[in-house]
């Protein structure tokens, strides 16, 4: 009897679904736990994404699964410099850690073998780890920065559910064909317009009249949501490269990690540009 493709994606939505709450679950505790229980979940995502990043950068090559067999030294080094970085990081030197990211992907390049840009894309995936890393423990280190990271998962995570629910609905023209097939511009301004909703609403409870204003939690919530979406497809662009549909299959239902956090890394990389580069003033309460 043929498989009832209703059946297969209802089964594969749930799937996507509980593996999205428990994943949202274990983060929002994380952030609530705080100080070692962050910092440990930090620690072991990061760790998790430099393993990913090699076995999906040379799985053309026919090294994966890249750690059940002898892996290429370009492959070790990646994840020696990627725990050093980490080891600098949790230690508050972000400063160092981020340099010691560059200097590695400079080594990367150098050592790895196959066409330049494989190699420079590999090589790329230390500071695209390490940079949001970085910027992830200035938040959660700055004043309300329990506050601010809850302001932040909710609108990339609103982001997400927006363009997936408009895409659905509406469809029509792609927005990067060549990239990423399945995503439409009306999944991506759904995404926005429910980003800078939540960012508002979040804002308000997080904060209520001492925080932001409603323009600023508005701008930063837009950027935050634009961030997201070009992290996410700038995965897919890599992927597409690679020939590989996921970046790993560590997560059910939805891959690896990157798959799930690329909106993430880019757009914590933005909300700390912003606050760093004028004061944006999480005055949480």
């Known amino acids: 009897m043929p498989d009832n493709p209703i059946a297969t994606n209802f089964t594969g939505f749930g799937l996507r679904l509980v593996s999205g709450l428990v994943l949202a679950g274990v983060a929002l505790g994380a952030v609530y736990a705080g100080g070692l229980w962050f910092t440990a979940l930090v620690c072991v995502v990061s760790l998790l994404m430099a393993r990913e990043w090699p076995e999906l950068c040379l799985a053309a090559a026919g090294n994966k699964p890249l750690w059940l067999k002898s892996p290429p030294?370009?492959?070790?080094?990646?994840?020696?410099?990627?725990?050093?970085?980490?080891?600098?990081?949790?230690?508050?030197?972000?400063?160092?850690?981020?340099?010691?990211?560059?200097?590695?992907?400079?080594?990367?390049?150098?050592?790895?073998?196959?066409?330049?840009?494989d190699r420079v894309l590999l090589a790329l995936g230390l500071p695209y780890i390490v940079v949001p890393i970085a910027a992830l423990l200035w938040l959660a280190a700055g004043p309300g920065g329990r506050n601010t990271l809850y302001w932040l998962l909710v609108v990339v995570w609103a982001t997400d559910i927006g363009g997936y629910v408009a895409g659905k609905i509406i469809g029509g023209p792609r927005l990067a064909p060549r990239v990423s097939p399945g995503k439409t511009w009306s999944g991506m301004v759904g995404g926005t317009v429910l980003a800078v909703a939540v960012a508002l609403a979040a804002g308000k409870i997080l904060s209520g009249e001492t925080g932001p204003?409603?323009?600023?939690?508005?701008?930063?919530?837009?950027?935050?949501?634009?961030?997201?979406?070009?992290?996410?497809?700038?995965?897919?662009?890599?992927?597409?490269?690679?020939?590989?549909?996921?970046?790993?299959?560590?997560?059910?239902?939805?891959?690896?990690?990157?798959?799930?956090?690329?909106?993430?890394?880019?757009?914590?990389?933005?909300?700390?540009?912003?606050?760093?580069?004028?004061?944006?003033?999480?005055?949480?309460?």
């Open 73 to 117: 030294f370009a492959a070790l080094l990646f994840v020696t410099v990627a725990m050093a970085s980490l080891a600098f990081l949790v230690l508050g030197r972000l400063h160092a850690g981020i340099a010691a990211a560059i200097l590695g992907a400079l080594l990367v390049v150098i050592t790895a073998r196959g066409p330049v840009w």
């Open 213 to 285: 204003s409603v323009w600023h939690l508005a701008l930063m919530g837009l950027a935050v949501s634009l961030a997201a979406q070009i992290g996410d497809l700038a995965e897919s662009a890599v992927k597409r490269h690679f020939e590989v549909k996921d970046s790993g299959s560590i997560i059910p239902g939805h891959g690896g990690l990157f798959d799930r956090l690329d909106g993430l890394l880019f757009g914590t990389v933005v909300l700390a540009g912003l606050a760093a580069v004028k004061n944006m003033g999480f005055a949480w309460n």
